[in-house]
């Protein structure tokens, strides 16, 4: 088990929001209402959160890449931080349309980026007015904000996880369209039908985001592990089929006389049990000669 309800209960995951603000489809989730307000069933989101990791897991294990997303100011920090822990890209700052239906468009900005980056390194900013400067560099600091967190996602990530799906339907939708899966935290304001993962819990406390994340991290944390133990398990089976070719290449002149003395030892008894069929034939044609007749031979005579 990745959470407890005890510890989803004391970070306050079982808030939900106004009773008149709610959404139908988050029913099966809701376990009363108290005061005016919805109170999540924290027995069904250790499930959810136990199935989420795991699957998270194995998407990392398989060597792919997991967003993280959440715009929001309460989960800005705390997501930056757990997915810069476990190296996955991440947005908190502002969600640009088409990220993911775009995305050759957003490589060629972070591009640009590095592309400023060299230029500086090579001193190029020495030849230019000290306005074009002052433009690049403000350009600089605007990507780097925006795309600086998944300046090292080369190619669309497998996995999107969001905090507030309510917040970022943009980005969920961009998902849905690519038939990327999509993780969710969902509150009982939000729609969980375009999440593939739903986990239903509170989305405005940062304590509540940080034990979900703490739990899903620590799930990616072991299928990174997992990865490493199976690619070093690869590596020494390759390099010992190395050794064992190296050896068997050393000896090739050995095993192909051998195998040249086997071949002519059975070429000979070949030729001898041949020549003994022979042999064996000829004998037995003889016997079957009739013997001549002396009366005969006196008469031809």
């Given at each position: 088990m990745r959470t407890t309800f005890d510890q989803l209960l004391e970070a306050g995951c079982h808030f939900g929001h106004l009773k008149r603000k709610w959404n139908p489809a988050m029913a099966p989730y809701i376990y009363m209402e108290r005061n005016g307000i919805?109170?999540?069933?924290?027995?069904?989101?250790?499930?959810?959160?136990?199935?989420?990791?795991?699957?998270?897991?194995?998407?990392?294990?398989?060597?792919?890449?997991?967003?993280?997303?959440?715009?929001?100011?309460?989960?800005?920090?705390?997501?930056?931080?757990?997915?810069?822990?476990?190296?996955?890209?991440?947005?908190?700052?502002?969600?640009?349309?088409?990220?993911?239906?775009?995305?050759?468009?957003?490589?060629?900005?972070?591009?640009?980026?590095?592309?400023?980056?060299?230029?500086?390194?090579?001193?190029?900013?020495?030849?230019?007015?000290?306005?074009?400067?002052?433009?690049?560099?403000?350009?600089?600091?605007k990507l780097e904000k925006n795309l600086g967190s998944i300046s090292d996602l080369t190619r669309l990530p497998s996995a999107l996880f969001v905090v507030d799906v309510m917040k970022e339907h943009i980005a969920v939708a961009e998902a849905n369209r690519l038939g990327i899966p999509v993780f969710g935290i969902v509150d009982t304001n939000s729609n969980p039908n375009n999440v593939d993962f739903v986990i239903p819990a509170n989305d405005d406390a940062t304590k509540s985001i940080e034990v979900i994340l703490d739990a899903v991290c620590g799930a990616i944390k072991e299928g990174l592990e997992e990865r490493k133990v199976e690619k070093a398990d690869e590596e020494a089976a390759a390099a010992q089929v190395e050794s064992e070719n190296s050896e068997k290449a050393e000896k090739p002149r050995e095993g192909g006389r051998r195998q040249r003395v086997r071949r002519s030892s059975e070429k000979k008894e070949a030729e001898k049990v041949a020549e003994a069929a022979v042999?064996?034939?000829?004998?037995?044609?003889?016997?079957?000669?009739?013997?001549?007749?002396?009366a005969q031979e006196e008469k031809a005579e």
């Open positions: 919805h109170i999540i069933d924290l027995n069904k989101t250790v499930i959810k959160i136990d199935e989420a990791a795991e699957a998270l897991k194995n998407i990392v294990k398989s060597g792919r890449k997991v967003l993280f997303v959440s715009t929001k100011k309460q989960g800005q920090e705390i997501v930056a931080q757990k997915a810069q822990e476990v190296g996955m890209p991440f947005v908190t700052e502002r969600w640009m349309g088409g990220m993911l239906t775009n995305f050759p468009t957003i490589r060629k900005a972070v591009k640009k980026m590095s592309n400023i980056d060299k230029m500086m390194n090579e001193g190029t900013f020495d030849n230019i007015s000290k306005r074009e400067r002052l433009q690049i560099t403000r350009q600089r600091e042999e064996e034939k000829k004998e037995v044609a003889e016997e079957q000669t009739p013997a001549a007749d002396p």
